[in-house]
C-alpha cells in the first residue's frame, strides 16, 4: 500500500528564514505529487502540484518543490518565509488508487515568528 | 462559482444521534470524497464516488453511509454517532480522471460528539 510520510510534525522558524519541508512517499510506479497548505481555520488549499516534465515544480506564494524520483522525494522549499505562511502543510500522492484517490502525509506545522 | 459548499459548519451530537453532512459542488466535477481530519493523523479518506451513482469505500469507512445523490450533491451520514466520529470532515471534488486528480476541498464541519 502507498503511503507518505512528512519529516517533521512542527517546524518554527523566523521571518526570513529558508524552508524545507521533507516528504516522501512508497510507490515504484507513476505518481503525481502535490502539496496543500492549510491556513489557521480554513480548508485546504493547493500549493503546486506534479505531474510530469520539468522535476522542479513553481506554486503559489514563492513556494517550490523538487521531485527526486531516485530518491522518492517531494520536498518543499520557500527561500524566505513571512509570518503569513504560518500553516498546516500537507504532502500527497496519487499513484495506482483506483480511483484516484489522494494518500496524504500527516502534516507539518509551520510557525513563523516575527 | 462558490466551488465547494458544506453544511453545516459546526455540530455537536450525543452518542448514538444520527445526523448527515451536506455537501455539493458547482464545478462539474465527476468524482466526490469524504475525508476526516484528526491531528497528527493528516486527511484519511472516508468514502469517495468517482461519478454519480457509484460509490466506495475508503480507508475508514465504518460508522459511516454516503449517497451520491446527483452529480452536485455527496452526503455522509452518522446513523449512530460515537466519541471517536468527533473531528473535522471535509468534502472535495476531483478533476480528471483516475491518474490525474487535483482535488478542491470544502470548509469543512467541525462535529464534536459527547
Known amino acids: 500500500a502507498q503511503s507518505v510520510s512528512q519529516h517533521n510534525h512542527h517546524v518554527i522558524l523566523s521571518e526570513a528564514a529558508s524552508l524545507e519541508l521533507g516528504c516522501n512517499y512508497s510507490?515504484?510506479?507513476?505518481?503525481?505529487l502535490f502539496w496543500y497548505v492549510q491556513y489557521p481555520g480554513q480548508h485546504l488549499q493547493l500549493l503546486l502540484k506534479?505531474?510530469?516534465?520539468?522535476?522542479l515544480v513553481k506554486g503559489i506564494k514563492g513556494f517550490e518543490a523538487e521531485f527526486i524520483k531516485s530518491k522518492f522525494s517531494f520536498n518543499l522549499r520557500k527561500p524566505s518565509v513571512q509570518w503569513s505562511d504560518t500553516a498546516e502543510y500537507f504532502c500527497?500522492?496519487?499513484?495506482?488508487?483506483?480511483?484516484?484517490?489522494?494518500?496524504f502525509g500527516k502534516g507539518t506545522k509551520l510557525s513563523v515568528k516575527p | 462559482n462558490a466551488g465547494v459548499t458544506q453544511t453545516p459548519k459546526f455540530q455537536v451530537l450525543k452518542t448514538g444521534q444520527s445526523m448527515t453532512l451536506q455537501c455539493a459542488q458547482d464545478?462539474?466535477?465527476?468524482?466526490m470524497y469524504w475525508y476526516r481530519q484528526d491531528p497528527g493523523m493528516g486527511l484519511r479518506l472516508i468514502y469517495y464516488?468517482?461519478?454519480?451513482?457509484?460509490?466506495d469505500k475508503g480507508e475508514v469507512p465504518n460508522g459511516y453511509n454516503v449517497s451520491r445523490l446527483n452529480k452536485r450533491e455527496f452526503s455522509l451520514r452518522l446513523e449512530s454517532a460515537a466519541p471517536s466520529q468527533t473531528s473535522v470532515y471535509f468534502c472535495?471534488?476531483?478533476?480528471?480522471?483516475?491518474?490525474?486528480?487535483?482535488?478542491?476541498f470544502g470548509p469543512g464541519t467541525r462535529l464534536t460528539v459527547l
Open positions: 472535495a471534488s476531483g478533476v480528471g480522471d483516475r491518474s490525474y486528480n487535483e482535488q478542491f
Open positions: 510507490y515504484g510506479g507513476t505518481v503525481n
Open positions: 506534479y505531474f510530469s516534465g520539468d522535476p
Open positions: 500527497a500522492v496519487n499513484g495506482g488508487g483506483s480511483q484516484g484517490n489522494l494518500i
Open positions: 464545478m462539474n466535477h465527476n468524482s
Open positions: 464516488s468517482a461519478s454519480e451513482g457509484t460509490t
